[in-house]
């Protein structure tokens, strides 16, 4: 119940494509899910974050869609560029389980030039 | 503004000794978070400490302390030493309790061998 599963494990995008990496959950009681980017040798980097009363959240080139009765969210990079190339973090959290924010595996984004 | 910094950068331990590993968090920040991430593995939350009282703790032993300080620094600390604690430190500082706006450090990377 706790777990995020986060799918794909890689993927590879052309320059100026559309990057989409989603994540389901289990646990109704999450109420903060947020996207991290995490380039090698450095920390994940917050994204954007979404709460479950809205549908969807658009940063720039990221969006976060948000499905409450399928319990799934994901993110959306439109234009994706050489630059993005990261790993992808989705998480989620709940302020019931002693505070604690829980990871995807991760997804591997390659946009090639 | 400094963001969260974290030493040392890299550590080799030998398995049954002891570690600390240090954090700095971002200026204003009053809550840290600590993350054990394996090698292609998405962060996992240790604990979190908030005005120098633990907050809220994730599924590790005992053995797997921390301190914070008046200013907010923190400090892991891990006793008797596995193999499997092999892994970046992620050390994460946010203005709030909870798991939101967390923002991370670059990390510690623990080697045991």
């Known amino acids: 119940q706790q777990q995020v599963k986060q799918s794909p494990q890689s993927l590879i995008v052309q320059k100026g494509g559309i990057s989409i990496i989603n994540c389901a959950y289990e646990n109704t009681a999450f109420d903060y899910f947020p996207w991290y980017q995490q380039f090698p040798g450095k920390g994940p980097a917050l994204l954007i974050a979404i709460r479950p009363d809205v549908s969807e959240k658009k940063e720039g080139r990221f969006t976060i869609s948000f499905n409450k009765s399928a319990k799934q969210f994901s993110l959306h990079i439109m234009d994706s560029q050489p630059g993005d190339s990261a790993t992808y973090f989705c998480?989620?959290?709940?302020?019931?389980?002693?505070?604690?924010?829980?990871f995807g595996s991760g997804t591997r984004l390659l946009v090639r030039p | 503004e400094t963001g969260v910094t974290q030493s040392p950068t890299h550590l080799i331990k030998t398995r049954g000794q002891q570690v600390t590993l240090r954090c700095s968090s971002q200026s204003g920040h009053n809550t840290v978070s600590w993350y054990q991430q394996a090698l292609g593995q998405g962060p996992q939350f240790i604990f979190q400490y908030y005005r120098e009282e633990e907050n809220g703790r994730g599924n590790f032993p005992p053995r797997f302390s921390g301190l914070q300080f008046p200013n907010y620094s923190s400090e892991l600390n891990v006793n008797a030493l596995e193999l499997d604690d092999s892994a970046l430190y992620l050390c994460a500082s946010s203005n709030q309790r909870g798991p939101y706006e967390q923002y991370f450090g670059p990390g510690t990377r623990l080697t045991v061998t």
């Open positions: 998480a989620a959290s709940t302020m019931d389980s002693s505070y604690k924010l829980i």
